[in-house]
């Protein structure tokens, strides 16, 4: 990783599996996004080292998160290494779609950091921030943001109500329906009735991480058309964005597209709205940096 120029709004992309295919798989993606100004570094965790926690206990690098549990040890084998860089980016955005304990370590620490800052500086200057996502968090607001909207309920008046379109989620392995399912709940809150407002839920495919990019790659459409189709046909209520729910997803689009469409015919199909966690969650940090907030 090489120094951020003082120019730039610096971002770094952290891949925290140690797996730096995946890594390199984000690499073209955020270059053809136009950020002009922003520079993009990327962290994969570190492979063969071993970290040793306060309690004693160690913890050793994960080649492929795909488990809540995998998540969490994730997150305490890498912050030591992103300790050590904290002060030289801007943003940092956590490439693993999961509640990954990772941004909020990270968001910790950089409150701290502004915190320390806040002294030193003089009042009527404004503190530099520095700000932090997950792919999970960015790519769920920005599903929720493509489906969510107030329109007049005809025949009733004066009166509003929320449209009835839902997001759902495409990931990996079975673990996550119930893990992500739980997550969204968490970040969007649960209705009288249980429900969670414009979610429709989650389908697998049955791969891992890993597997996305070691599979036979029509073996890998197969499974995202089925899920995706699978998706939309269990809902009750319309999807109208898909995210996919793993960054090892990156560039599977049309195979999710092919789904949309067996589902719902080319027309509807072809309207669904596709979330890319990771442009969703780079675009989230760009406008953070240049804005202030």
Known sequence: MSAPSKDTCSILVINPNTSSHMTNALIPLLDNLGHGGTQFDYFTAPVSE????PDGSTVEGVPSIDSGEDSVKSALYCMPFLERIISEYDGFIVCCF???????????????????????????QKVKR????????????????VVSSFQYASGQGFHKAQS???????????????ELSSAVADMLGRSSDG????????????LTAVELHTTPPQEVRRRLVEATERLLKGSQRSVGAICMGCAGMVGMEEAVREGCVKAYGRQKGCQVRIIDGVA???GMLVTACKVGY
Do not use: D
């Open 98 to 124: 999961s509640a990954h304990p990772l941004v909020g370590m990270l968001k910790e620490k950089v409150r701290k950091i502004e915190e320390s800052n806040t002294t030193i500086v003089p009042s009527e």
């Open 130 to 145: 520095k700000y932090v996502t997950g792919i999970f968090e960015a790519g769920v607001l920005a599903s929720l943001g």
């Open 195 to 206: 429900s969670i407002s414009h979610f429709a839920g989650v389908e697998t495919t049955g």
């Open 50 to 53: 071993t970290v040793t926690l």
């Open 280 to 282: 969703a969650g780079a």
């Open 164 to 178: 009835p379109e839902t997001f759902g989620i495409i990931s990996t392995g079975k673990i996550w329906e119930t």
